[in-house]
Each structure stands twice: as C-alpha cells, then as structure tokens.
C-alpha cells in the first residue's frame, strides 16, 4: 500500500512544516528586556480568545488515535463509535457550566492544584505523579506509535520499517515550536492545525464517497454507502448484534444504552473536565465567558468529526468485504489481513492510497501530521506544567525564579519526549488502537473521576475518604475487569457476576466509589461538614444568553442524530 507523491505533494506538506514551525516561534518571541513568566509559558498569559480555545481543545483531542484508532473502529463497529464524540459535545457543555466556573475562580494553574485545595498536598503528590506518568507512558507513547504507523503506511511501505523514523521526525517536528515558546506556541499553531485536519479530513471522505456513488456526488455516495451497509449505522447496539471483522461482539465495547445512560459518561467527563492537557487551554482564557464560549465552539466541531474519522472506516469496510459482510479473500485488500486476524486500524491509510489523487496526498499528509503534532505538544505542555508547578516548585524549589520554573518546564518536556521515543516502538500493531486505549484508561479513570465529583458537589468528603477512594476504585476495577473471566463457564460464580463490559465495568466502579467515599466520611466525620469543602454560590454557574443558545442547539442536534440512527 505504498503512496506515490508528486513534487506538488512535497511541496504542499514541506510549506505546511515551515508554517507551522515559523508560526511557533513567531508567537514564542519576546520583546527585548521582558522574561518569559510561568504565566506566560504554561498559560499564555491567560490571553486566549474564545475562538483559539476551542480550535486548540479540538487539536489536542485529534490525533491518529482518532484519524487511525477510530477510523478503524469504524470499519471493525460502525457509525456506533461515534457516541465517543456526539457524547463528547454535551460532556464539553456540562464542563464549561459546571467545572470551569470553579476551576477559574480558584485560579488554578494545573488539576492537581484543585485536589490540594480540596483535599491535601499529598493526594495532590500522588496524582500529579500519576498524571505525569500515564502522559509519559501512554498518550505521548501511543500517539507517537500510532502516527509513526500512519506514516509508515502512507508514505512508507506499511512493513514497519520506517516507524521508528516516524516516531524520532515527529518528535523533533513537536519539540521544534513547543518546548521554547509553551502554551501559547501551542495555542496558537493549532487554530491553522485544526483548520488543516478539518480541511483535509473532510477532502478524504468527500472524494472517497463521491468515487463510491455510482453516479458520483457526495450525498449520493452516503445515500448508497447507508443502504450497502446499514448494519453499520446502528448507534445503540444489542448484543450479538455487530460481530466485528475478527470474531468479537461490539457490544462489549458499546454496550447498548449503557454508551447514553452509563460508562461513556465517566470515560468522557474525567477526559474533557479533569485531563491536564485539554482543560489546560480553558484556563488559560482572558475570562470565564470566553473559555465557556470556547468550550461550546468545540462542541460544535465535535459533532462533525465522525464524518472525518468514522465514515472514512465505514467505506473501507464496504469495499473490503462481502455481500454477507466477510473482511477477506477475495474481497479484501490484502493491508487488512495478517496472520492474527483482520488489521482493522489500517482503514485510513487504506483510503488514502486508494482514492487520493497526487496533488492532495500532501494535503491529507499534512493534516494528518498536524492531528499528531498538535496532540504531542499539548502533552508535552501539560506535562512540563504538572511537573513544574505540582512537584519541582513545591519539593525542590520552593523559591524557585520564573526564569527557574520556565527553564524546568522546557528541561521536563524533553526528558518526556526522549522517554516516549524510546517506549513507543515497544507498543506493537494493536488490532483497535481506539478501543484498547479506553479499555485500559478506564481502569483508573472512574476513581479519579469519583474522587473530583464528591470533591467539587459533596461536602463531606474528606482527604482520607479519597485516598481510600482511589485505592478501592482500582481494586475493583481489576476486580471487574479479571475476576469474572477466571471463574470458568458455567460456575456459580460467572453467574452471580458475569464478565460485563468494560464500559459497564467503568460506571458501576465510578458509582460504587462515590458511595464508598461518602460513607467513609461520615464514619470519620459523624456527619459534620469538611473543613476544605467548597461553598458553592448559586450564581457561580450563570451563564450567558450566547453559551445558553449554542448550548441548546448542541443538545437538539444529539437529539436528532440519536433518533435517525437509533
């Protein structure tokens, strides 16, 4: 599946290089005599506008765990995937009513912050040391890998070997603007990233439905790609109802109303309201208004990127397999099969070497690094950020200069980003890059989530409620997750307790702990109120006659699309 391109494709994808990066630096730069604060490099000196707020969540959210990972769960599940960014869009409006009013009040520069205002340094400690870790480790690892495979596929020729290279050029590309010029090189380059991916995702699914219309036409195209595969349009799946390429029941990914009613909830909330480097940029807004606007104008975008990212699989899926829905010989190409299975993930890449004209290659090219690159800095910012403000100015430097601060920031950047090189190859070929990372995030993620809910809405949640928290929403997590499926079919046990999905898993861990850090208060209170609990004033969650109305139309609009695809 190797892509030929054109001179005009290399000279499109090196002038978006050159953008990107003049434009990096030219933001990073400083008018002689004035020094670099923390403010500036960790929160842009809280100067963003609505507008750049929201292009910037979107960039950092996008990268090829989406245009690959998602794609790919396209074509493994269908139109159902995309409940992750419908859902999104109402999770963003319940953030920036519920969580940023308190967030910006405080004047917080990190999430770890708010849990030692709430709670005690030490919790604060403990998960900025897990944050740190799980950025390291995870997301810029994945990121790193799944974009390098990307590559690999499109501009290599899809054996593997040119991943490592991959992974090394976009680190540099990444490095190059963000480490010297911080959040606002960050910010600012993603309004052209996320107008880039947009364009250039948009052209993909354009041409690729126009080429699969019989009589060509875009709408045409989705009219006959809808009636060629309508299984692949259910968004609210019973179980047995889509078995993937590889033999597996999607309902374990998407468990029915469970994806409206439970789990998808606490996967989409702990993202969009307690993840360092999205709400990062919301804090960084030049007032609550603005990083309320921001956050409803990107929850607009969400609603369009299943077109981007999840049509695209649903159309490699029609092509490659057969009139009863088989992915293999002869129907498929052979960049789907390997000797474990279906390679689900390869969708996208597919769809660019099949339908892409040269003169576009470097477009889509283009975009396509700009999901990753953006999502690389963002992570390597908040990083820096956590590190710097959570653990080195309390524990090494208490007196530390902004100059010190700044310094460190870039220094922990990089160590970051040389650490994730070396991981990422060790990732592997995942089979859904999209799914995987959600199964395994949502581990910890409830309890984290438990934990910042009874910490903003509960006042009698004390500091050692919530660490007892945390460790009991990991123990039965594991639990939920492990335990059923070592028990054997047909035991008792299995029967009490059958294996459930892992969204399932999410929300009754999420709940369960709530209830288990509310009792352990009172028992340790006798009733009385925390001391660090948060007097919520009424009139802290009013919000403008503009996020009211964007808010409704986002809300009408999942209505409608829930009811056409049911």
Same mark, same amino acid.
């Given at each position: 599946m190797n892509v030929v391109f054109n001179f005009w494709d290399y000279a499109v994808f090196t002038?978006?290089?050159?953008?990107?990066?003049?434009?990096?630096?030219?933001?990073?730069?400083?008018?002689?005599?004035?020094?670099? $604060?923390?403010?500036?490099?960790?929160?842009?000196?809280?100067t963003l506008p609505w507008w750049a707020i929201g292009s910037s969540l979107i960039a950092a959210n996008i990268s090829a765990e989406q245009f690959v990972g998602m794609s790919g769960s396209g074509f493994a599940i269908g139109l159902a995937i995309a409940s992750y960014e419908w859902m999104a869009a109402i999770s963003l409006v319940i953030v920036g009513k519920y969580f940023l009013p308190i967030f910006i009040e405080k004047q917080l520069f990190t999430i770890p912050e708010f849990i030692e205002k709430r709670y005690s340094t030490t919790l604060k400690s403990i998960l900025a040391v897990f944050w740190i870790a799980l950025f390291v480790l995870v997301n810029l690892t994945t990121v790193l890998f799944l974009g390098a495979k990307t590559l690999d596929t499109i501009a290599g020729d899809g054996s593997g070997s040119y991943v490592m290279i991959g992974i090394v050029g976009l680190a540099l590309f990444a490095a190059t603007y963000s480490l010297w010029g911080g959040l606002s090189a960050v910010a600012w380059t993603d309004v052209l990233q996320v107008a880039l991916l947009i364009g250039g995702g948009l052209a993909t699914t354009f041409i690729a439905l126009d080429h699969i219309a019989p009589d060509g036409g875009v709408l045409a195209g989705m009219k006959h790609l809808y009636h060629t595969v309508p299984q692949k349009f259910s968004m609210i799946l019973s179980r047995g109802e889509m078995i993937t390429p590889n033999g597996d029941d999607a309902y374990m990914d998407l468990p029915g109303l469970a994806v409206l009613l439970g789990g998808m909830w606490v996967a989409n909330l702990y993202y969009w309201g307690f993840n360092q480097y999205i709400i990062q940029r919301t804090l960084a807004a030049k007032s609550l208004k603005e990083a309320q606007k921001g956050i409803v104008f990107a929850g607009f975008l969400k609603l369009l990127l299943p077109l981007i990212v999840v049509i695209p699989g649903i159309i490699a899926f029609m092509m490659n397999s057969s009139p009863d829905g088989q992915v293999a010989a002869p129907w498929a190409s052979d960049a789907f099969l390997t000797a474990t299975g279906v390679d689900n993930d390869r969708a996208y890449p597919w769809?660019?070497?099949?339908?892409?004209?040269?003169? *576009?290659?470097?477009?889509?090219?283009?975009?396509?690094?700009?999901?990753?690159?953006?999502?690389?800095?963002?992570?390597?910012?908040?990083?820096?950020?956590?590190?710097?403000?959570?653990?080195?100015? /309390?524990?090494?430097? /208490?007196?530390?200069?902004?100059?010190? @601060?700044?310094?460190?920031?870039?220094? $922990?950047?990089?160590?970051?980003?040389?650490?994730?090189?070396?991981?990422?190859?060790?990732?592997?070929?995942?089979?859904?890059?999209?799914?995987?990372?959600?199964?395994? $995030?949502?581990?910890?993620?409830?309890?984290?989530?438990?934990?910042?809910?009874?910490?903003?809405?509960?006042?009698?949640?004390?500091?050692?409620?919530?660490?007892?928290?945390?460790?009991?929403?990991?123990?039965?997590?594991?639990?939920?997750?492990?335990?059923?499926?070592?028990?054997?079919?047909?035991?008792?046990?299995?029967?009490?307790?059958?294996?459930?999905?892992?969204?399932?898993?999410? @929300?009754?861990?999420?709940?369960?702990?709530?209830?288990?850090?509310?009792?352990?208060?009172?028992?340790?209170?006798?009733?009385?109120?925390?001391?660090?609990?948060?007097?919520?004033?009424?009139?802290?969650?009013?919000?403008?006659?503009?996020?009211?109305?964007?808010?409704?139309?986002?809300?009408?609009? *999942?209505?409608?699309?829930?009811?056409?695809?049911?």
């Open positions: 002038l978006y290089c050159l953008s990107i990066i003049g434009l990096g630096l030219w933001v990073s730069r400083r008018k002689k005599g004035i020094e670099t $604060t923390s403010g500036d490099y960790f929160l842009a000196g809280k769809l660019i070497a099949t339908f892409i004209p040269s003169g *576009l290659k470097g477009l889509i090219l283009a975009a396509l690094v700009a999901a990753i690159v953006s999502s690389l800095a963002s992570m390597l910012n908040s990083t820096a950020t956590i590190f710097t403000m959570d653990l080195y100015k /309390p524990y090494f430097n /208490p007196g530390a200069s902004e100059r010190q @601060m700044v310094r460190t920031g870039r220094i $922990t950047a990089g160590v970051a980003l040389v650490v994730a090189v070396l991981i990422a190859p060790m990732l592997g070929n995942l089979k859904q890059a999209f799914q995987y990372i959600q199964e395994y $995030t949502g581990v910890v993620s409830p309890g984290i989530l438990a934990i910042f809910l009874m910490g903003l809405f509960s006042k009698k949640a004390t500091n050692r409620s919530a660490i007892a928290g945390a460790l009991f929403s990991i123990v039965l997590a594991m639990f939920l997750k492990a335990g059923p499926k070592g028990w054997g079919d047909g035991s008792w046990a299995e029967s009490l307790l059958p294996v459930l999905p892992w969204m399932n898993q999410m @929300m009754i861990t999420c709940v369960a702990t709530m209830v288990f850090i509310y009792i352990f208060s009172l028992i340790e209170l006798k009733g009385r109120t925390d001391p660090l609990a948060i007097n919520l004033q009424k009139d802290l969650f009013k919000t403008s006659q503009v996020f009211n109305i964007a808010a409704s139309a986002i809300v009408m609009i *999942l209505i409608a699309l829930y009811a056409l695809f049911w």
